[in-house]
Structures are given as structure tokens and as C-alpha cells.
């Protein structure tokens, strides 16, 4: 008990002895025991001896006298020797040594209520003080563990009042400001940070309506070089009723990251390029080497008319299939927004549906069924959603054609949330696993037999998400190949 006392602060002095009683006490006691016993007799016996004539006449009042006597000399013995056991226990207690108090049945006679109520509150400062010992504990823990978690942050982390005055810091926010934690101490968050025009203006409305900032990326002017930074701010109440709000504000540098990120997206840039112009020569090769080649045979002037004139049709169809894929190219590549123009989507998919069966869909004989929702209309014009419902649409016609007995193609549409969906479902083959994130990418195709340029996809992707849409092919759907369009649905304007 001693020790915790100790902990919690108590002024204690080891090793002191119990105070001892003065001999002027002792002294003190045989005065007045002697002077009340004379003041007794004085009463008792009367001065004339010669009126107790008779032994019964003495006894009484000699056994009075001997009673009061016995009764005085136990209240002036054990009186002050309990006053003075109360007084050196409380000397203990205030110096930290909480220890009951174990009195004589003489004591307890004059001061039982008084040592039994001094007791029970020892104990109740003893729980009192275990109490407080164990919530020290649990504060130094809890104190080592916060120290540990900041110790161990990557960032630099301060903590700052409502004026903007930092009141705590880490490690790694004294390596980034070049100062330590006491110079740090009340310090101007807007003095510390060099910020730009936007980073000012993000912290003043940050702090202005206390607003978390999550992840905001902000730049630093250190020194004569700029550092990219992320910033995340946390605001709090210093208590529960408090009015005055305090916040925590991290600052993790990624100007490193930055730079690996850019080269990252140089070396992404020249990939694409080199992917793209490797694809374009590749298609390209082929009709205009077919147009060299019979150019060479009109050159030599020995075919017949009839040839000449062969040679000229096949001249001509690899030169507009050159241009074909220059202007698929030049729709792939095209940037610009769609105007917000809307169409009813199922009407839309009957179109098409019909143009396929009517011209290239028969010589395939793949049936299209359709489950379609009532009419709803999508954002986007005839004009764009036909080119993106032919492409995957004869795709899914061919695939089907290619590996199926019974070969049929699905197109369903319904409505989910804001937004309509469209599937397009063959029993084909499927695609690969490990193509299936390949479909979209330009010049990509499966098709073998060359009939493929490989750009449907990719330019139907292009269209639908500058719609504000979505285009994928299903990973989780195994009887064939699944491709799921999703467009903003769009409403009535006579509704």
C-alpha cells in the first residue's frame, strides 16, 4: 500500500519510526490521577473520623471512593494514549502508509466507533489507490502504444488547436519541418506548410467547415524544388461538450511515387503507339501489298481486257478496305463527347436485329431471339448504339455459327436502377480465360480465317463510354460468351 501510494504522488518519508509518547505526558497523567483521587477522598470521607464510629459506617463510602478512583485512573491512562494511537495512525496515513488500526479492548472501550470508521476509510483508500494505479497503468500502456503507432507512421502527423497552433508531433513531422517537437509547439499550420494559391484555399475550407480531406493531392515549395504531397485531415472535439475543435493532419510524400507513375505512363503511352502502329501495318500490309502486286500485273500490259479489267475491281476493293480501316482508326481514336441525344434502345436492338437477318444473318442460319423489357429510352443517338449492338451482335451470329450444333444468339434487355442493361448471349465456344481481357484492346480479334480487324469492340467500348456507359464481357459465364452493355437511362420529355 505504501508503494501505490507513493505512485499516485503521496508525500511519504521511509523509514520513520511511530512517534514515542513524552515523558512530560507521563508526567502529566500521575498529576492529574493523584489530584483527582485526593479531590475524591476530599468528598468521600468526611474530615471527622470519629463520626465512623462503626466498621459498617466506612465500607460504603470506601468502596465508592475505590471505584471512582479504578474508573478515573482508566479514562486518564486510556484517553490519551487512544488520542494518541489515532494521531500517529493519521501522521501514517497522510505520509502514505495506509495501515488499520489494531487497538486494545481498553481503547476500543473509549474510541471503538471512531478506530472502526477510521479503518473502513483506510480500505476504501487502499481500493481507491489500487484503482488509481491500474488506470495509470493502463494510461502509460495506452500512452506507449499511441507513441509506437506514430512512431511508425510514414508520414509527417501533427495535431493542431482551432487557432492553427500545432500541439503534437511526430518524428517524421520534425524531419519535414527541421525542428523539433518543442520548437514545433504552437506553431502556424499555414506558416509551416509553403502552399500554393489551391492548397491554401483547400485548407482554409478544410478548417473553414470542418471538412475530413481524404487522400488530396497538394504541392510543397521546398526549397527551390517542388514536392508532391498527399494530405488527409481528421477533426475533433478536445472533450465530449466541448466547443473548440482540434484536428490531425498527415502529410505522406509522394513526389517519388509521382515520378515512378509518370514514367509508368510514358512507357504505357509507347506501348500503346508501338501496339497500335504494329496492328496498323499489319493490316495494312496485306491489302496494299495485294495492290502492288496487281498494279505490277496491269504494268506488264500482256492480260486481256478482261483481266485489266479484274485487276482494276481488286485494286479498288483493297483500297476501300484501306480506307475502311483508316476511318475505323480515326472513330477509335476520336475523343470528343457525345451529344445528349436519347432513342429507345429496344427499338434500336429490332433494327438491327432485322438488318442482320435480312443480309449478312442468313447465309449464317443462327436464330436471334429476344427478351426484351418494355420501351425505355437511353441516352444516345441511332446513329451510335447501331454501330455498337452490329459489332457485338455479328459477333456473337458468328460465334455461334462457328461452334454450336443448334446455334442461337439472345439479346435481352432490362431495366436496373438508373441505368438499362443489355446481354447479348451466344452458345458458341466462349472466350478464353485468358483472352477475355484482351477483346477490347484495338487490332485484337479471334477470328482465324483473317476476316477480322479487330477493331468492332474496341470501337463499340469507345462509343459506349463516352455515353457515360459501360461495356464487358461476362467472367463468370462459361455456355458460350456473354457481353453486357449498360447505358444511362434517360426520361420522357412528354412525361
Given at each position: 500500500?505504501?508503494?501505490s501510494a507513493?505512485?499516485?504522488?503521496?508525500?511519504v518519508?521511509?523509514?520513520?519510526?511511530?512517534?514515542p509518547?513524552?515523558?512530560?505526558s507521563?508526567?502529566l497523567?500521575?498529576?492529574?490521577?493523584?489530584?483527582?483521587?485526593?479531590i475524591?477522598l476530599?468528598?468521600?470521607?468526611?474530615f471527622?473520623?470519629?463520626?465512623?464510629?462503626?466498621?459498617?459506617?466506612?465500607?460504603?463510602?470506601?468502596?465508592?471512593a475505590?471505584?471512582?478512583?479504578?474508573m478515573?485512573?482508566?479514562y486518564?491512562?486510556?484517553?490519551?494514549?487512544?488520542?494518541?494511537i489515532?494521531?500517529?495512525?493519521?501522521?501514517?496515513?497522510?505520509?502514505g502508509?495506509?495501515?488499520?488500526?489494531?487497538?486494545?479492548r481498553?481503547?476500543?472501550?473509549?474510541?471503538?466507533?471512531?478506530?472502526?470508521?477510521?479503518?473502513i476509510?483506510i480500505?476504501n483508500?487502499?481500493?481507491?489507490?489500487?484503482e488509481m494505479?491500474q488506470?495509470?497503468?493502463?494510461?502509460?500502456?495506452?500512452?506507449?502504444?499511441?507513441d509506437?503507432?506514430?512512431?511508425?507512421?510514414?508520414?509527417?502527423?501533427?495535431?493542431?488547436d482551432?487557432?492553427?497552433?500545432v500541439?503534437?508531433?511526430?518524428k517524421?513531422a520534425?524531419?519535414?519541418?527541421?525542428?523539433?517537437?518543442?520548437?514545433?509547439l504552437g506553431?502556424?499550420?499555414?506558416e509551416?506548410?509553403?502552399?500554393n494559391?489551391?492548397?491554401?484555399?483547400?485548407?482554409r475550407?478544410a478548417?473553414?467547415y470542418?471538412?475530413?480531406?481524404?487522400?488530396?493531392?497538394?504541392?510543397?515549395?521546398?526549397g527551390e524544388?517542388l514536392r508532391?504531397?498527399?494530405?488527409n485531415?481528421?477533426f475533433f472535439?478536445?472533450?465530449?461538450?466541448?466547443?473548440?475543435?482540434?484536428?490531425a493532419v498527415?502529410l505522406q510524400d509522394?513526389?517519388e511515387?509521382?515520378?515512378?507513375?509518370?514514367?509508368?505512363?510514358?512507357?504505357?503511352k509507347?506501348?500503346?503507339?508501338?501496339?497500335?502502329?504494329?496492328?496498323v501495318?499489319?493490316?495494312?500490309?496485306?491489302?496494299?501489298?495485294t495492290i502492288?502486286?496487281?498494279s505490277q500485273?496491269?504494268?506488264e500490259g500482256?492480260?486481256?481486257?478482261?483481266?485489266?479489267?479484274?485487276y482494276?475491281?481488286?485494286?479498288?476493293?483493297?483500297?476501300?478496305r484501306?480506307a475502311?480501316?483508316?476511318?475505323?482508326l480515326?472513330?477509335?481514336?476520336r475523343?470528343?463527347v457525345?451529344?445528349?441525344?436519347?432513342?429507345?434502345i429496344?427499338?434500336?436492338?429490332?433494327?438491327v436485329?432485322?438488318t442482320?437477318n435480312?443480309?449478312?444473318?442468313?447465309?449464317?442460319?443462327?436464330?436471334?431471339?429476344?427478351d426484351?423489357?418494355?420501351?425505355?429510352?437511353?441516352?444516345?443517338?441511332?446513329?451510335q448504339?447501331?454501330?455498337?449492338?452490329v459489332?457485338?451482335?455479328m459477333?456473337a451470329?458468328?460465334a455461334?455459327?462457328?461452334?454450336?450444333?443448334?446455334?442461337r444468339?439472345?439479346?435481352a434487355?432490362?431495366?436496373?436502377?438508373?441505368?438499362?442493361v443489355?446481354?447479348?448471349?451466344d452458345n458458341?465456344?466462349?472466350?478464353?480465360?485468358?483472352?477475355?481481357?484482351?477483346?477490347?484492346?484495338a487490332f485484337f480479334?479471334t477470328?482465324?480465317d483473317?476476316s477480322g480487324?479487330?477493331?468492332?469492340?474496341?470501337?463499340?467500348?469507345?462509343?459506349?463510354?463516352?455515353l457515360g456507359?459501360?461495356?464487358?464481357?461476362?467472367?463468370?459465364?462459361?455456355?458460350g460468351?456473354?457481353?453486357?452493355?449498360t447505358?444511362?437511362?434517360?426520361?420522357?420529355?412528354?412525361?
Open positions: 500500500m505504501l508503494k507513493t505512485d499516485h504522488g503521496m508525500v518519508r521511509s523509514g520513520r519510526r511511530p512517534l509518547i513524552a515523558p512530560s507521563i508526567i497523567r500521575w498529576m492529574l490521577f493523584l489530584s483527582t483521587l485526593g475524591v476530599s468528598m468521600v470521607l468526611p471527622h473520623f470519629e463520626q465512623f464510629d462503626t466498621p459498617e459506617k466506612i465500607i460504603l463510602p470506601l468502596v465508592l475505590v471505584a471512582l478512583t479504578i478515573l485512573a482508566v486518564l491512562f486510556a484517553f490519551p494514549h487512544g488520542i494518541a489515532i494521531h500517529r495512525s493519521i501522521l501514517n496515513a497522510t505520509e502508509m495506509l495501515q488499520p488500526i489494531k487497538a486494545s481498553r481503547i476500543s472501550l473509549f474510541f471503538g466507533p471512531i478506530i472502526k470508521d477510521y479503518n476509510l480500505q483508500m487502499g481500493s481507491l489507490f489500487h494505479e488506470s495509470q497503468l493502463s494510461i502509460i500502456s495506452d500512452r506507449n502504444r499511441n509506437a503507432i506514430l512512431r511508425s507512421l510514414s508520414g509527417a502527423l501533427v495535431t493542431v482551432s487557432d492553427f497552433g500541439t503534437l508531433s511526430n517524421q520534425e524531419q519535414q519541418f527541421g525542428l523539433n517537437s518543442a520548437d514545433l506553431k502556424n499550420l499555414f509551416l506548410l509553403s502552399l494559391e489551391d492548397g491554401r484555399e483547400l485548407l475550407d478548417f473553414l470542418e471538412q475530413q480531406v481524404n487522400n488530396k493531392e497538394i504541392v510543397l515549395n521546398d524544388t508532391y504531397y498527399t494530405l485531415i481528421t472535439r478536445q472533450s465530449q461538450n466541448a466547443v473548440e475543435y482540434g484536428a498527415m509522394i513526389t511515387y509521382k515520378k515512378l507513375q509518370e514514367l509508368s505512363h510514358q512507357s504505357e509507347y506501348l500503346a503507339i508501338g501496339k497500335l502502329a504494329g496492328g501495318a499489319h493490316e495494312l500490309n496485306t491489302p496494299l501489298g502492288v502486286g496487281y500485273l496491269l504494268n500482256v492480260a486481256s481486257d478482261e483481266k485489266r479489267l479484274q482494276g475491281q481488286m485494286i479498288y476493293h483493297e483500297a476501300k484501306c475502311r480501316i483508316i476511318e475505323n480515326r472513330t477509335f481514336a475523343r470528343d457525345c451529344q445528349p441525344e436519347s432513342c429507345d429496344n427499338a434500336v436492338i429490332r433494327d436485329i432485322e442482320i435480312n443480309c449478312p444473318g442468313k447465309n449464317h442460319g443462327v436464330l436471334i431471339e429476344t426484351l423489357a418494355a420501351d425505355v429510352l437511353v441516352r444516345g443517338a441511332d446513329g448504339l447501331d454501330i455498337v449492338l459489332n457485338v451482335i459477333n451470329v458468328q455461334a455459327q462457328g461452334g454450336a450444333s443448334e446455334p444468339v439472345l439479346v434487355s432490362y431495366v436496373e436502377k438508373d441505368g438499362v443489355v446481354t447479348i448471349t458458341g465456344p466462349g472466350v478464353p480465360q485468358t483472352q477475355r481481357n484482351k477483346v477490347f484492346d480479334t477470328k482465324l483473317g480487324l479487330g477493331l468492332g469492340l474496341a470501337i463499340s467500348q469507345s462509343i459506349v463510354t463516352r456507359g459501360s461495356l464487358c464481357c461476362d467472367p463468370e459465364y462459361d455456355d460468351a456473354r457481353f453486357t452493355l447505358l444511362p437511362q434517360t426520361i420522357r420529355r412528354d412525361a
